[in-house]
């Protein structure tokens, strides 16, 4: 969870600014989770130095938003941000590490994520990580899906 005292720290982060139609900012990203019960929010940290932010939204929650097509048996991580300066050194797999062990130790079959084509996006990242793409496209994004 975001604690108050770390969220001007979290909003100084930025990702590069050809990676900004990627991701939301982190503002964006807090105030989206501020009005969606079922989503949980973190910072990412090394050490004392705030380095990224990552959010997910687990289905099985009584609040959580569902598409028909959705499936409650999965977590789906809604935003995966790391700052400029802190890419390209395996903190984005970790980050993905950490978040398959949740959902494994809470019985979940899948973890989703969706992101947009184009140069500089991240689904070369996911892909590698072991995500495949579903064939379905949400709100203009690939959507993806690591089976657990």
């Keep these: 969870m975001v604690r108050r005292q770390d969220?001007?720290?979290?909003?100084?982060l930025s990702v590069?600014?050809?990676?900004?139609?990627?991701v939301a900012s982190n503002s964006v990203t807090l105030a989206q989770a501020a009005y969606n019960p079922s989503s949980t929010v973190c910072g990412v940290w090394k050490d004392d130095t705030p380095i990224g932010l990552v959010a997910w939204v687990d289905a099985s929650h009584p609040e959580a938003e569902l598409d028909p097509e959705d499936?409650?048996?999965?977590l789906y991580l809604w935003r995966?941000?790391?700052?400029?300066?802190?890419q390209r050194r395996g903190?984005?797999?970790?980050i993905l590490a950490q978040l398959e062990r949740r959902a494994r130790?809470?019985?979940?079959?899948?973890?989703y994520v969706s992101a947009v084509e184009g140069p500089?996006?991240?689904l070369a990242f996911y892909e590698k990580a072991g995500?495949?793409?579903?064939g379905a496209i949400s709100d203009g994004e690939v959507v993806l899906r690591l089976p657990l």
Excluded: K
């Excluded at 969220?7 to 100084?12: N, R």
């Excluded at 499936?71 to 999965?74: A, G, H, I, R, V």
């Excluded at 130790?105 to 973890?111: C, E, I, K």
């Design 105 to 111: 130790v809470q019985q979940r079959s899948f973890l």
């Design 7 to 12: 969220v001007d720290a979290l909003l100084g």
């Design 131 to 134: 995500f495949r793409r579903t």
């Design 91 to 94: 903190f984005g797999r970790e």
């Design 80 to 86: 995966l941000m790391i700052g400029h300066q802190w």
């Design 120 to 122: 500089g996006s991240p």
């Design 71 to 74: 499936e409650p048996d999965c």
């Design 16 to 22: 590069a600014p050809e990676q900004q139609r990627f």
